[in-house]
């Protein structure tokens, strides 16, 4: 444990600090958490949610994955949109991508990393979507950036194509998906301009009605 001693120091000195700040702070936080919205980023250990958007702990629930994807097998990501949409009642889902994101840029060659390779091959496919738009970009770091703005473009129709989301249209509630996307050299987000309020922005073998069979 003598490796996690200044984790626990750093703790101690960050509890007692917000006790200081506002001695209710704890027994508030305590009570249920009722977050407007939820973070869907990368696992990039330099973009955390709440102090990029400037806000406390119970304020965003966040699921954050390598390059940000959203994947209609990965059960995690699922369940964690499905808990803040149907139980927390968010009203606004992010997905935030960020530019130099490494698991996107290593996307973009044919090296091989390990496991991780066969979760990357979802950006391959959209490289592919993209490829004249893509390949036309000599930069190598500028391509990159690119499709990084791309991925989150897609993850953002890939929330919305969920049953998850679509469910909550039809029941009336008034949920926004939006794409941003972070700049770690100047800590700024910028807003992608992609923004889907309902499913009649999707395109239409996307949109999914409930009770209707299979087949």
Known sequence: MAELTKLFKNNKTWAEGQIAKDPEYFSRLATQQAPKYLWIGCSDSRV????????????????RNVANLVVHTDISCLSVMQFAVDVL?????????????????????????????????????????????????????????RLCELNVIEQVKNVCHTTIVQNAWAAGRGLSVHGLIYSIRDGLL??????????????????????????
């Not at 994101?101 to 496919?125: M, P, T």
């Not at 490829?131 to 930069?139: C, G, K, W």
């Not at 499913?199 to 996307?206: D, K, N, P, T, V």
């Open 48 to 63: 955390p949610a709440n102090q990029i958007l400037g806000l406390a702990p119970g304020e965003v629930f966040v699921h």
């Open 89 to 145: 009642k968010i009203e606004q889902i992010i997905v935030c991508g960020h530019y130099g994101c490494g698991g996107v840029h290593a996307a973009c060659g044919s090296k091989q990393f390990g496991l991780i390779d066969n979760w990357l091959r979802n950006i391959k496919d959209i490289y592919t979507r993209h490829r004249d738009e893509l390949d036309a970009i000599n930069d190598m770091t500028a391509r990159g950036d």
């Open 190 to 215: 910028r807003d992608l301009a992609v923004r889907i309020n309902n499913a009649e922005q999707l395109e239409s073998i996307y949109r999914t009605r409930m009770g209707e069979p299979a087949g």
